[in-house]
T-cell receptor, first 113, second 112 residues
């Protein structure tokens, strides 16, 4: 069945460092891809999404490009801040409507000043 | 706008007891989801409602879990009897048709 695999954490970085969190997926058809973020004590929030191959999602300085040839959707940010410390989840939706999300296990990011 | 409301925030019970969680979605959102998030894992879909009808409950352990959506608005998820492995955060989410999901803060369940 469809699945998402994320790099294991925790990821520990200093402020202003470059961030990459790897995500690969297995799916039949043409899924939509998402990154969700969970800040301490808060609910999951959509960070960015891409609905077709070569689309780039971006928000708050984060970017991810839908790569069909490598079945990947890696999350990147050029300069992380302490406030980016959170758990990041890669997810896919097997259809284009963005429902019935399948999540990866999550990657914890800790940024120190 | 008001977000997805869930209660209680925390619940501690002993195994074999029953427990219920409540969710109030964002007004006007037709689709409602219950996810289970075990520590160290990503959320797993338990059940999806469209209005008050079930769209997908294939991963709901129906021998002990049940869920209903009252009049297509609020929803209740029940576990009876609880097992140790049910310890998790139970997340409710809602969405308008075909749009992104909005998540509540979850109910953290500990089964002792």
């Amino acid at each position: 069945g469809d699945s998402v695999t994320q790099m294991e954490g925790p990821v520990t970085l200093s402020e202003e460092a470059f961030l990459t969190i790897n995500c690969t997926y297995t799916a039949t058809g043409y899924p939509s891809l998402f990154w969700y973020v969970q800040y301490p004590g808060e609910g999951l929030q959509l960070l960015l999404k891409a609905t077709k191959a070569d689309d780039k999602g971006s928000n708050k300085g984060f970017e991810a490009t839908y790569r069909k040839e490598t079945t990947s959707f890696h999350l990147e940010k050029g300069s992380v801040q302490v406030s980016d410390s959170a758990v990041y989840f890669c997810a896919l939706s097997p259809n284009q409507a963005g429902t019935a999300l399948i999540f990866g296990k999550g990657t914890t990011l800790s940024v120190s000043s | 706008e008001a977000g997805v409301a869930q209660s209680p925030r925390y619940k501690i019970i002993e195994k074999r007891q029953s427990v219920a969680f409540w969710c109030n979605p964002i007004s006007g959102h037709a689709t409602l989801y219950w996810y289970q998030q075990i520590l160290g894992q990503g959320p797993k879909l338990l059940i999806q409602f469209q209005n008050n009808g079930v769209v997908d409950d294939s991963q709901l352990p129906k021998d002990r879990f049940s869920a209903e959506r009252l009049k297509g608005v609020d929803s209740t998820l029940k576990i009876q009897p609880a097992k140790l492995e049910d310890s998790a955060v139970y997340l409710c989410a809602s969405s308008p048709p075909g749009e992104k999901l909005f998540f509540g803060s979850g109910t953290q369940l500990s089964v002792l």
